[in-house]
């Protein structure tokens, strides 16, 4: 009996005017989302190890028909959607690949333009994927240059690259597999392999899933950003493509120009993204080299620049990340790879607002060496009454702290005791993250490094 596919989905949107390797490239963005989006519990029923977007070519897969697209009947309108199933194992036995955001949303390769309103749009993404891409092997490029002696044309070198190498990647998207072999054949010196470029756009397209997930930590659609460097747009523009940056700021208040009181009185002068004026060596540092003067940041004479002030913030996050991460690796804690990202993000904003001890990474390191959900705990008091356990309170010392506990009871504390109510709100959102880190969902925090030497500000400019 012949096997009669309904609508394939080639074909559909061939007719809408879509290449093959466009919607290729959707296809598998698309699968790299709704992976990255399934909860852990959700991924072992599926038989998805944790490694499968690394290790697995799904152009590949889709070709060999181990993901099949398959019509939805309900489809609406004009546009035919589909139900998306995978074969894990390639054993021919396919499980269905569910939405995790909209499980009764079907797929689409066709996309809308989104509205100018939104900051990000989905083309200011993929720009920002490649852009990602394009920094991991700046080393070995770096010393090319040096060795042929060409260092003090590196800046132009570089560009030229990296617009060649978007040129290619969009060339082939638009005109499919034959007609860039073909094209390459007249071009010396070039080598070109269709399978390189498959890896290559697949590692894109994950950090293209990246950003459109991580639009979850703000909350606003697209508004989403990618830890990795600063890019400078112009003389006077300075945007952090960087999850911590956004997430950390926005915790902060924003970029303030102005010196200000943490608490009216308590003498804890911020600054910019909430530089500590007082106690950060860096901050210090950083504000002397690019010839601010302290005290007059405090009496109001002067104000900072907000490119000066990002790039100081992103500096003090690195080092805040490699802090945190050794600290917490005496604990058992691994704060590296995609897996711990959303961990990774709650514990480098508390070490940011000075906000981690030693009782947070003992409750920690517990969880993840007994796997005991009762050192997770709850967003609760520990007695279950809104009871604060301050530390002169004699149980302070024999209650097993828990992670998400003791984010309530210190958030609870400075609210009550301080008056500072943001670090409760704070610590709440802090508490989301590593609950959502739990569930086993993570993003793609593949470049989790601070290079100065790409690019930062100067005194004077």
Same mark, same amino acid.
């Given at each position: 009996m012949t096997n009669v596919v309904l609508k394939p989905i080639m074909k559909e949107y061939k007719k809408l005017g879509m290449s093959e390797d466009e919607i290729l490239a959707d296809m598998v963005l698309s699968i790299q989302n709704?992976?990255?989006?399934?909860?852990?519990k959700e991924r072992d029923e599926l038989g998805l190890k944790n490694d499968f977007l690394d290790s697995n070519n799904l152009y590949?897969?889709?070709? &060999?028909?181990?993901?099949?697209?398959?019509?939805? /009947?309900? *489809?609406?309108?004009?546009?035919?959607?589909?139900?998306?199933?995978?074969?894990?194992?390639?054993?021919?036995?396919?499980? &269905?690949?569910?939405?995790?955001?909209?499980?009764?949303? *079907?797929? *689409?390769?066709?996309?809308?333009?989104?509205?100018?309103?939104?900051?990000?749009?989905? %083309?200011?993404?993929?720009?920002?994927?490649?852009?990602?891409?394009w920094?991991?092997?700046?080393?070995?490029?770096?010393?090319?240059?040096?060795?042929?002696?060409?260092? /003090?044309?590196?800046?132009?070198?570089?560009?030229?690259?990296?617009?060649?190498?978007?040129?290619?990647?969009?060339?082939?998207?638009?005109?499919?597999?034959?007609?860039?072999?073909?094209? *390459?054949?007249?071009?010396?010196?070039?080598?070109?392999?269709?399978?390189?470029?498959?890896?290559?756009?697949?590692?894109?397209?994950?950090?293209?899933?990246?950003?459109?997930q991580v639009y979850r930590l703000t909350g606003d659609e697209y508004e989403t950003r990618l830890y990795g460097g600063l890019i400078k747009d112009g003389d006077q523009i300075m945007k952090q493509e960087n999850i911590l940056f956004r997430y950390i700021s926005d915790n902060e208040g924003g970029f303030h120009a102005k010196a200000y009181e943490?608490?009216?009185?308590?003498?804890?002068?911020?600054?910019?993204?909430?530089?500590?004026?007082?106690?950060?060596?860096?901050?210090?540092?950083?504000?002397a080299r690019l010839n601010y003067n302290i005290d007059d940041l405090i009496d109001g004479k002067t104000s900072i620049k907000y490119i000066d002030s990002a790039f100081i913030a992103s500096k003090v996050m690195e080092e805040m990340y490699q802090t945190v991460k050794g600290e917490a690796a005496k604990y058992g804690v691994d704060l590296t790879g995609n897996r711990n990202s959303?961990?990774?993000?709650?514990?480098?904003?508390?070490?940011?607002?000075?906000?981690?001890?030693?009782?947070?990474?003992?409750?920690?390191?517990?969880?993840?060496?007994?796997?005991?959900?009762?050192?997770?705990?709850?967003?609760?008091s520990y007695t279950g009454e809104s009871e604060i356990i301050y530390g002169t309170d004699e149980r302070y010392n024999t209650i097993q702290p828990t992670i998400l506990n003791e984010l309530w009871n210190d958030g609870m504390a400075n609210?009550?005791?301080?008056?500072?109510?943001?670090?409760?709100?704070?610590?709440?959102?802090?508490?989301?993250?590593? %609950?959502?880190?739990?569930?086993? %969902?993570?993003?793609?925090?593949?470049?989790?490094?601070?290079?100065?030497?790409?690019?930062?500000?100067?005194?004077?400019?």
């Open positions: 709704r992976i990255m989006g399934l909860s852990q590949e897969m889709i070709r &060999d028909k181990h993901i099949q697209f398959h019509y939805n /009947k309900r *489809s609406a309108g004009n546009l035919p959607t589909y139900n998306i199933s995978i074969d894990v194992e390639r054993d021919g036995y396919f499980m &269905d690949l569910p939405n995790p955001f909209d499980p009764n949303k *079907s797929y *689409s390769p066709y996309k809308k333009d989104f509205p100018r309103a939104y900051a990000v749009t989905p %083309q200011k993404i993929k720009e920002m994927a490649y852009q990602e891409e920094k991991v092997n700046f080393d070995e490029r770096n010393e090319q240059y040096d060795n042929k002696g060409l260092g /003090k044309y590196k800046r132009e070198l570089e560009y030229l690259r990296f617009h060649t190498f978007k040129l290619w990647d969009n060339w082939i998207i638009n005109n499919g597999k034959q007609a860039f072999e073909n094209a *390459s054949k007249i071009i010396p010196y070039w080598d070109f392999n269709y399978d390189d470029w498959e890896e290559q756009s697949q590692k894109i397209l994950a950090r293209e899933s990246a950003l459109n943490t608490a009216k009185g308590n003498g804890d002068w911020t600054i910019g993204h909430g530089l500590s004026l007082k106690t950060n060596d860096t901050v210090k540092q950083e504000l959303y961990l990774t993000i709650a514990v480098v904003d508390m070490a940011y607002q000075g906000m981690i001890g030693p009782r947070f990474y003992k409750a920690l390191g517990k969880y993840i060496e007994t796997g005991d959900e009762k050192y997770l705990g709850s967003f609760d609210k009550v005791k301080r008056n500072m109510g943001g670090i409760f709100v704070r610590n709440e959102s802090r508490a989301e993250k590593i %609950q959502a880190w739990n569930n086993g %969902q993570h993003t793609n925090f593949t470049h989790m490094d601070f290079n100065d030497t790409v690019w930062k500000p100067e005194a004077g400019e």
